[in-house]
Nanobody, 121 residues
């Protein structure tokens, strides 16, 4: 599975942004997929994930109620709708795919390149 994340940008606090992750390969629908983020000097942090069948979602406490993860297997695409953005959400956001532990970055087998989200105060 090859993944490509896009949709990042510069927004003001309180604004919304939607990230997309386009996947290639027929096996996309066999994997759980997730979003992570990373700031310089810190470890990659789990943000959200969604089950292969689009049914079950998982969120970090820091984004619960503000972010929504979804996917469309027919389009081989995953999304992250980010609302009420805060300056502390500023990071490079990565999408990834796994069939193992969805909250641990090292358990993911496939990664997209990151897309930068900057939230100004």
């Amino acid at each position: 599975v090859q993944l490509q994340a896009y949709g990042g940008g510069l927004v003001q606090a309180g604004a919304s942004l939607r990230l997309s992750c386009a996947a290639s390969g027929r096996t996309f629908r066999n994997y759980y997929t997730g979003w992570f983020r990373q700031v310089p000097g810190k470890e990659r942090e789990f943000v959200a994930a969604i089950s292969w069948n689009e049914v079950t979602t998982y969120y970090a406490d820091s984004v619960k109620g503000r972010f929504t993860v979804s996917r469309d297997n027919a389009k081989n695409t995953m999304y992250l709708q980010m609302n009420s953005l805060k300056p502390e959400d500023t990071a490079v956001y990565y999408c990834a795919a796994t069939n193992r532990n969805i909250r641990i970055a090292t358990m993911y087998d496939y990664w997209g390149q990151g897309t930068l989200v900057t939230v100004s105060s």
